[in-house]
T-cell receptor
Framework: ETGVTQSPTHLIKTRGQQVTLRCSSQSGHNTVSWYQQALGQGPQFIFQYYREEENGRGNFPPRFSGLQFPNYSSELNVNALELDDSALYLC?????????????FGPGTRLTVL | AQTVTQSQPEMSVQEAETVTLSCTYDTSESNYYLFWYKQPPSRQMILVIRQEAYKQQNATENRFSVNFQKAAKSFSLKISDSQLGDTAMYFCAFVPGSNDYKLSFGAGTTVTVRA
């Protein structure tokens, strides 16, 4: 069974740039959720994708957008980067109808915005 | 909106001793699920234990157990016989049964196990 993977591991961008983060879900999972974890804080829900559609969104501006592909992998795109976007971005996959929608997390992408 | 509060930023425990982490939450939902996640330094987050709100019996997973007090909206985690590998950040998380895609996390408690 393949776990959740994310790429890249680390990324450095400058303010105003755009970034794309990628996530491959765990084998058999059909749902991907994205979280932002600022240093020393708990993760904050960004959005979830199910069947290639956004299935719920947290309190993040529209410059945070995503995609889910037919193979259930996903991308998180952030436009017009701001310094406060510096964080660990976590992807989690789950199976709709699975055990309490238990989410399995990837190792994260550390984004630094200068 | 649901909120999850972890009031202990840091805890330190001697190896083989017991430590208890506190968590309180606020919700108007009657059906929900609670989780404790562990995030070791520079490693990915893993699920430690889960509790269904409709179950009165407290969940147990090996050395990890919870004290779930539904009326008080309290969900504490007890780590028994602490091991060096338990050193990590621990997050309490909540998901409502009516909208079970959005995990709400607390701010976390850093646990350090001393040799």
């Amino acid at each position: 069974e393949t776990g959740v993977t994310q790429s890249p591991t680390h990324l450095i961008k400058t303010r105003g740039q755009q970034v794309t983060l990628r996530c491959s879900s765990q084998s058999g999972h059909n749902t991907v959720s994205w979280y932002q974890q600022a240093l020393g804080q708990g993760p904050q829900f960004i959005f979830q994708y199910y069947r290639e559609e956004e299935n719920g969104r947290g309190n993040f501006p529209p410059r945070f957008s995503g995609l889910q592909f037919p193979n259930y992998s996903s991308e998180l795109n952030v436009n017009a980067l701001e310094l406060d976007d510096s964080a660990l971005y976590l992807c989690a996959s789950s199976l709709v109808g699975g055990l309490h929608n238990e989410q399995f997390f990837g190792p994260g992408t550390r984004l630094t915005v200068l | 909106a649901q909120t999850v509060t972890q009031s202990q930023p840091e805890m330190s425990v001697q190896e083989a001793e017991t430590v208890t982490l506190s968590c309180t939450y606020d919700t108007s939902e009657s059906n929900y699920y609670l989780f404790w996640y562990k995030q070791p330094p520079s490693r990915q987050m893993i699920l430690v234990i889960r509790q269904e709100a409709y179950k009165q019996q407290n969940a147990t997973e090996n050395r990890f157990s919870v004290n779930f007090q539904k009326a008080a909206k309290s969900f504490s985690l007890k780590i028994s016989d602490s091991q060096l590998g338990d050193t990590a950040m621990y997050f309490c998380a909540f998901v409502p049964g009516s909208n079970d895609y959005k995990l709400s996390f607390g701010a976390g408690t850093t646990v350090t196990v001393r040799a």
